[in-house]
Nanobody, 127 residues
Framework: QVQLVESGGGSVQAGGSVRLSCVVSEGSLAKHSMGWFRQAPVKEREFVAS????????YYGDSVKGRCTISRDNAKNTVYLQMNSLKSEDTAVYYC????????????????????WGQGTQVTVSS
């Protein structure tokens, strides 16, 4: 079983930055490829970014490409999401997700690629 705990959310001014963290509190991060998704009110969950076990492969959603960097520190059991040039439309609950031990890279941007999910952290961008 894998437990994921997100942190780093909060209220940010438009144009600002935020760095989200996701700690694997049970299990080993090194065994999992990871993803970040977000869900805004009355919207479906949206893919943000994903990263393979050894950071060789990284993918980004079109809405954040160029403003977002995903990274991981397996020694610290932590994956990060750095978001810059924030916009009001980035306001959402951000979720961290881990695969079940086998990552299907063909669906790396889809929720079904991930088995374990955190509780989410709220990011609110004000203009």
């Amino acid at each position: 079983q894998v437990q994921l705990v997100e942190s780093g959310g909060g209220s940010v001014q438009a144009g600002g930055s935020v760095r989200l963290s996701c700690v694997v509190s049970e299990g080993s991060l090194a065994k999992h490829s990871m993803g970040w998704f977000r869900q805004a009110p009355v919207k479906e969950r949206e893919f943000v970014a994903s990263i393979s076990r050894e950071s060789r492969y990284k993918y980004y959603g079109d809405s954040v490409k160029g403003r977002c960097t995903i990274s991981r520190d397996n020694a610290k059991n932590t994956v990060y999401l750095q978001m810059n040039s924030l916009k009001s439309e980035d306001t959402a609950v951000y979720y961290c997700a881990a695969d079940g031990g086998t990552w299907n890279i063909a669906i790396a941007t889809e929720e079904r690629a991930y088995e374990f999910w955190g509780q989410g952290t709220q990011v609110t961008v004000s203009s």
